[in-house]
């Protein structure tokens, strides 16, 4: 069938860069060979060990990992991830707290379709965790869902926010991250025209791209380059019949990390080849620092193709979003309909995946909204991934937030922290 061959043969290659490295490993370590004291064997088994874990975790989804929390009173509570809404392509799940009344804040963590799993998220969870009750969408690979689920494309995914913060209540609170921003906006927008009493208290928007035009970024770049036609023959392939989701038409997650890498390939080589030295002098460990980051960096997922292409025409290349001309289920939405949902943006000064400005431009098409409601705050010196879960969301950004949510948790409330009003 037409793409699947290329798809087998890149995992193909993938599990054959496994087997060497687990081969390596294993001849190097043969016991036998500690008495020659060569060098070159402990190099051997070290970069037998790195590769195999490498190629090795890109097909395994990793674990939340979140097992427990501490409460204000000094226990230990565990944690445990339920889902509220299941769906073919995506589901709700809570990281429900044992032993704990139901918080003041209710967070919908909103996490990218992007190559990743919802897990890249973890830190971020584990953060909110101790101070509000917290739901994530959690993303399902699309190699693991049968062609007979049907489609999934950037409407589909809007009705899927929809639908979640319906299922929420009005109550809630939405952090969109990275990818879902634009989409997280007009699902707000759409239930501000279909269920009004159904938005959320409020939107936080971290590192999105509401308006690619706004900076050039290497991702804009390669969006207005590419014609849709070429971008269908590079990237989309056909899943082959070892997943469920045999003959559905994907961009692999394999072929995403490989663009995740070329970016900042000379990093990333560096990063290898020092875990390497250091696993032939025994310094290394399962949950080293390096381990700890690539084990998720690596663990990438399939998009479904016609999410993957709608989302580079319709958001990058067409703008849908930033001249307000998008489209869900045949009916126009209006981000101007948005009247009472506090928006706030999130941007990192350093961030290369959606540079500032990008973000921020959700505040200009909120023509409904009254400007007390809008703030924006822009990150000295952080990345992209800061900004959500490094050092900068960590000791900066999240304390904004979580002051921006009490601002808005109900009627009358005032703010309780100074933030730049949008002009």
Known sequence: MKYMFTYDLMESARNTNEWLGASARAFASYPAFAMSMNPVLPLMAAWGEVTERTFGRMIAKPDWGIRS????????????????VEKPFGDLVQFFVRRRAPMARKVLLVAPMSGHYATLLRSTVASLLPNADVYVTDWH?????????????????????????????????VIAVCQPVPLALAATAYLAAEDPEAQPRSLVLIGGPVDPDAAATEVTDFGRRVTMGQLEHLAIQRVGFKYKGAGRLVYPGLLQLQSFITMNAERHGKAFSD?????????????????????????????????????????????EIATNDFVVAGRKVDMGAITKVAVMTVEGANDDISAPGQCVAALKLLTGLADDKKAQHLEPGAGHYGIFAGKSWRLNIRPLVLNFIDANSGAGRKAKIALASAQ
């Not at 998009?303 to 989302?311: D, K, Q, R």
């Open 69 to 84: 929390i501490v409460g204000p009173d000094g226990t230990d509570h565990l944690v445990d991830v339920t889902p509220v």
């Open 141 to 173: 690979n699309a190699r693991d869902i049968p062609v007979s689920a049907g489609k999934f494309d950037v409407e589909d995914y809007t009705l899927y926010l929809a639908e979640f913060m319906k299922a929420l209540g009005p109550d809630t609170h």
């Open 275 to 319: 875990q390497i030295l250091r696993v032939s002098r025994g310094e290394g460990s399962d949950h080293d620092a390096h381990n700890r980051f690539y084990d998720e960096y690596l663990a990438v997922m399939d998009m479904t193709a016609e999410f993957y292409l709608s989302t580079v025409e319709r958001i990058f290349k067409n703008r």
